[in-house]
Protein backbone atom coordinates (compact mmCIF):
# COMPACT_ATOMS: atom_id res chain seq x y z
CA UNK A 1 0.00 0.00 0.00
CA UNK A 2 1.17 2.94 -0.98
CA UNK A 3 0.72 6.57 1.78
CA UNK A 4 0.55 10.37 0.49
CA UNK A 5 1.95 12.14 3.47
CA UNK A 6 2.07 15.97 2.78
CA UNK A 7 5.03 18.06 5.02
CA UNK A 8 4.50 20.13 7.89
CA UNK A 9 7.59 21.88 8.70
CA UNK A 10 11.39 21.63 7.38
CA UNK A 11 14.03 22.65 10.24
CA UNK A 12 17.99 23.08 9.33
CA UNK A 13 19.73 20.20 11.88
CA UNK A 14 23.06 20.94 10.40
CA UNK A 15 24.53 22.40 6.94
CA UNK A 16 23.47 19.89 4.71
CA UNK A 17 20.71 17.88 6.59
CA UNK A 18 17.43 18.86 7.45
CA UNK A 19 14.09 17.44 9.87
CA UNK A 20 11.36 17.06 7.77
CA UNK A 21 7.58 16.72 9.52
CA UNK A 22 5.03 15.41 7.73
CA UNK A 23 1.20 14.55 8.55
CA UNK A 24 1.02 10.86 9.49
CA UNK A 25 -1.43 8.83 7.24
CA UNK A 26 -3.97 6.40 9.39
CA UNK A 27 -2.57 2.64 8.48
CA UNK A 28 0.96 3.72 8.51
CA UNK A 29 3.28 1.75 11.34
CA UNK A 30 6.34 1.84 11.26
CA UNK A 31 8.40 0.61 14.27
CA UNK A 32 11.91 2.07 15.13
CA UNK A 33 14.63 1.00 13.14
CA UNK A 34 12.30 0.53 9.76
CA UNK A 35 12.34 2.43 6.63
CA UNK A 36 10.55 3.58 4.16
CA UNK A 37 10.95 3.79 0.17
CA UNK A 38 10.07 6.84 -0.98
CA UNK A 39 9.53 9.28 -3.67
CA UNK A 40 8.29 12.97 -4.27
CA UNK A 41 4.99 13.06 -5.44
CA UNK A 42 5.31 15.06 -8.48
CA UNK A 43 6.10 13.98 -12.53
CA UNK A 44 9.22 12.90 -13.50
CA UNK A 45 10.40 11.99 -9.92
CA UNK A 46 7.42 9.28 -8.87
CA UNK A 47 9.88 6.22 -9.88
CA UNK A 48 12.43 7.88 -7.93
CA UNK A 49 12.11 5.91 -5.24
CA UNK A 50 14.81 5.71 -1.93
CA UNK A 51 15.19 4.26 1.23
CA UNK A 52 14.54 6.52 4.47
CA UNK A 53 14.42 5.71 8.25
CA UNK A 54 12.10 7.77 10.37
CA UNK A 55 12.95 9.24 13.20
CA UNK A 56 9.67 9.88 14.93
CA UNK A 57 8.15 7.55 17.06
CA UNK A 58 4.91 5.09 16.91
CA UNK A 59 3.13 7.64 19.71
CA UNK A 60 4.09 11.01 17.86
CA UNK A 61 1.38 12.48 15.78
CA UNK A 62 3.41 12.58 12.38
CA UNK A 63 6.37 11.04 10.45
CA UNK A 64 9.86 12.71 10.67
CA UNK A 65 13.20 12.20 8.14
CA UNK A 66 16.46 13.73 9.09
CA UNK A 67 17.66 13.59 5.57
CA UNK A 68 21.36 14.84 4.21
CA UNK A 69 20.93 16.22 1.16
CA UNK A 70 23.63 15.33 -1.65
CA UNK A 71 23.37 18.81 -3.93
CA UNK A 72 26.38 17.82 -5.93
CA UNK A 73 24.56 14.48 -7.20
CA UNK A 74 21.78 16.46 -8.80
CA UNK A 75 19.13 13.73 -7.63
CA UNK A 76 16.88 12.69 -4.64
CA UNK A 77 17.93 14.14 -2.04
CA UNK A 78 18.56 17.11 -3.83
CA UNK A 79 15.38 17.82 -4.77
CA UNK A 80 14.31 16.76 -1.00
CA UNK A 81 16.13 19.63 0.25
CA UNK A 82 14.09 21.85 -2.06
CA UNK A 83 10.88 20.98 -0.36
CA UNK A 84 8.72 23.15 1.34
CA UNK A 85 5.31 22.87 3.97
CA UNK A 86 2.87 21.64 1.70
CA UNK A 87 4.74 19.47 -1.19
CA UNK A 88 3.79 15.69 -1.12
CA UNK A 89 6.25 12.19 -1.00
CA UNK A 90 4.32 8.89 -1.56
CA UNK A 91 5.50 6.04 0.71
CA UNK A 92 5.84 2.26 0.87
CA UNK A 93 5.20 -0.54 3.62
CA UNK A 94 7.91 -0.63 6.43
CA UNK A 95 10.66 -2.69 5.84
CA UNK A 96 14.14 -3.15 7.69
CA UNK A 97 16.14 -5.34 9.89
CA UNK A 98 17.37 -3.62 12.37
CA UNK A 99 15.15 -3.22 15.62
CA UNK A 100 15.65 -3.02 19.55
CA UNK A 101 16.88 -6.36 20.72
CA UNK A 102 18.82 -5.12 23.83
CA UNK A 103 21.59 -3.13 25.45
CA UNK A 104 24.94 -3.16 23.38
CA UNK A 105 27.02 -0.46 20.86
CA UNK A 106 25.57 1.35 18.43
CA UNK A 107 27.62 1.67 15.51
CA UNK A 108 26.87 4.72 12.71
CA UNK A 109 28.89 6.49 9.89
CA UNK A 110 26.87 9.88 8.44
CA UNK A 111 23.60 9.42 8.00
CA UNK A 112 23.66 6.02 8.89
CA UNK A 113 22.66 7.12 12.58
CA UNK A 114 19.30 7.58 11.75
CA UNK A 115 17.81 4.02 12.25
CA UNK A 116 19.42 4.72 16.03
CA UNK A 117 18.00 8.18 16.45
CA UNK A 118 14.38 6.50 16.30
CA UNK A 119 15.39 3.06 18.60
CA UNK A 120 16.70 5.40 21.51
CA UNK A 121 13.75 7.62 22.06
CA UNK A 122 11.64 4.64 22.16
CA UNK A 123 13.84 2.80 24.21
CA UNK A 124 14.20 5.69 26.55
CA UNK A 125 10.91 6.42 26.27
CA UNK A 126 9.99 3.43 27.28
CA UNK A 127 13.12 2.73 29.99
CA UNK A 128 13.33 6.22 31.34
CA UNK A 129 17.14 5.40 30.80
CA UNK A 130 19.85 4.09 28.52
CA UNK A 131 21.93 2.84 30.41
CA UNK A 132 24.47 0.18 29.15
CA UNK A 133 23.56 1.87 25.75
CA UNK A 134 27.00 3.35 23.85
CA UNK A 135 26.88 5.48 20.17
CA UNK A 136 30.55 5.08 18.40
CA UNK A 137 29.27 7.77 15.92
CA UNK A 138 31.93 8.77 12.64
CA UNK A 139 31.80 11.86 10.26
CA UNK A 140 33.77 13.80 8.28
CA UNK A 141 33.71 16.98 10.11
CA UNK A 142 32.41 18.47 13.92
CA UNK A 143 30.00 20.17 11.68
CA UNK A 144 28.27 16.44 10.33
CA UNK A 145 27.15 15.35 13.83
CA UNK A 146 23.79 14.61 13.34
CA UNK A 147 21.82 15.26 16.87
CA UNK A 148 24.79 15.86 18.90
CA UNK A 149 23.37 17.83 21.37
CA UNK A 150 20.02 15.25 21.96
CA UNK A 151 22.22 12.31 22.11
CA UNK A 152 24.84 13.90 24.31
CA UNK A 153 21.29 14.89 26.53
CA UNK A 154 20.15 11.41 27.17
CA UNK A 155 20.12 10.14 30.51
CA UNK A 156 22.81 6.91 30.46
CA UNK A 157 23.85 6.70 27.06
CA UNK A 158 27.18 6.83 26.78
CA UNK A 159 28.95 8.85 23.45
CA UNK A 160 31.81 8.65 21.40
CA UNK A 161 32.12 11.31 18.39
CA UNK A 162 35.03 11.18 16.05
CA UNK A 163 35.53 12.47 13.06
CA UNK A 164 38.37 12.15 10.32
CA UNK A 165 38.76 14.86 8.17
CA UNK A 166 39.78 17.71 10.53
CA UNK A 167 40.58 18.29 14.05
CA UNK A 168 38.54 19.87 16.90
CA UNK A 169 38.93 20.48 20.73
CA UNK A 170 35.13 18.73 20.97
CA UNK A 171 35.41 15.34 19.67
CA UNK A 172 38.05 12.78 19.08
CA UNK A 173 40.20 12.42 15.65
CA UNK A 174 40.29 9.44 13.57
CA UNK A 175 38.12 6.36 12.13
CA UNK A 176 36.18 3.59 13.92
CA UNK A 177 38.68 1.03 13.52
CA UNK A 178 40.04 -1.83 15.60
CA UNK A 179 41.76 -0.32 18.84
CA UNK A 180 38.55 1.88 18.92
CA UNK A 181 36.49 -0.97 19.31
CA UNK A 182 38.56 -3.27 21.69
CA UNK A 183 38.48 -0.38 23.37
CA UNK A 184 34.87 -0.13 23.94
CA UNK A 185 33.05 -3.04 23.14
CA UNK A 186 32.91 -6.33 25.54
CA UNK A 187 32.35 -9.23 23.31
CA UNK A 188 28.98 -11.03 25.32
CA UNK A 189 27.91 -7.99 27.37
CA UNK A 190 25.51 -7.20 24.68
CA UNK A 191 24.42 -6.04 20.58
CA UNK A 192 26.61 -4.46 18.32
CA UNK A 193 24.48 -2.36 15.60
CA UNK A 194 25.90 -1.25 12.45
CA UNK A 195 24.74 1.11 9.87
CA UNK A 196 26.35 2.91 7.51
CA UNK A 197 27.40 2.71 3.32
CA UNK A 198 28.41 -1.40 2.60
CA UNK A 199 31.82 -0.61 3.00
CA UNK A 200 31.42 0.17 6.30
CA UNK A 201 29.03 -2.60 7.45
CA UNK A 202 31.62 -5.41 6.24
CA UNK A 203 34.36 -3.78 8.09
CA UNK A 204 33.11 -3.40 11.28
CA UNK A 205 31.17 -7.08 11.28
CA UNK A 206 34.86 -8.35 10.44
CA UNK A 207 36.49 -6.11 13.18
CA UNK A 208 33.97 -7.62 15.82
CA UNK A 209 33.93 -10.79 15.08
CA UNK A 210 38.06 -10.81 14.64
CA UNK A 211 37.78 -9.33 18.66
CA UNK A 212 35.11 -12.23 19.97
CA UNK A 213 31.66 -10.87 18.93
CA UNK A 214 29.19 -13.47 17.72
CA UNK A 215 27.24 -13.47 14.71
CA UNK A 216 23.96 -13.43 16.56
CA UNK A 217 25.03 -9.96 18.59
CA UNK A 218 25.89 -8.23 15.50
CA UNK A 219 22.79 -6.28 14.14
CA UNK A 220 23.67 -4.62 10.37
CA UNK A 221 21.66 -1.84 8.09
CA UNK A 222 23.22 -0.75 4.95
CA UNK A 223 22.50 2.76 4.42
CA UNK A 224 24.47 4.72 1.69
Known amino acids: MTHTLTLQSVETVTPDVNRY ?12 GQALDICLDRDGWRDEKRPFTPT ?3 SDGYVEFTIKSYPEHDGVTEQIGKLQPGDRILADAPWGAISDQGTGWFIAGGAGVTPFIAILRKRLEDKGTLE ?4 IFSNST ?7 HEFEHMPGLKTYFTVTDEKSPGVHKGKIDKALLEKHVK ?4 KCYICGP ?3 L ?13 DEDIITEEFD
Open 21 to 32: RFDKPDGLGVQP
Open 56 to 58: SLP
Open 132 to 135: GCEL
Open 142 to 148: EADIINW
Open 187 to 190: PGKG
Open 198 to 200: DAM
Open 202 to 214: DDMSAILRDIGVA
